[in-house]
């Protein structure tokens, strides 16, 4: 490691904290390349979260974020980064959302390959679990397409 390289989490201490997502299907995008190979596969739209140890990301942004992906309108696809332990493909989401300061918990919504939305933790602290659920179920009817009902 070169020195002032930022320190990343111990891998051990954070596979509970990605497991809330990945276990119901978010995908990690933990390469910058990654990042870049979801973001630019297709037209349709991708709910990318920024994950992180804090408190507010275990107690009220991952429950939230679950509980919206039960909305009729929906994401394409969800994926996520971890901030302190993917730092370059969390460098990667960064970049790809110019003009937004770095925050961690945070979630966007990309809409062929572009950022349509944001959710920085100053949203995400003094919500409930069910308000950011809300929340992001109310960008999900703004910048999502709902699903082709099955035949």
Known sequence: MKENSPLRYPEQLIVPMREDLTLHGVIETRTPEAVDELLSSEPGTVLMVINSVCGCAAGKARPGILH????????????????????????????????????????????????????????????????????????????????????
Do not use: W
């Open 68 to 151: 919206s992906l039960n909305s009729p309108v929906r994401p394409d696809k969800v994926a996520t980064v971890f901030a302190g332990a993917d730092l370059e493909a969390v460098e990667r989401v960064r970049e790809l959302l110019p003009g937004v300061p770095p925050s961690s918990p945070s979630v966007a919504i990309f809409k062929a390959g572009k950022p349509v939305y944001m959710m920085h933790r100053r949203d995400i602290e003094d919500r409930s679990a069910p308000e950011i659920s809300a929340q992001l179920t109310a960008a999900y009817q703004q910048y999502c397409t709902p699903a082709e009902p099955a035949v």
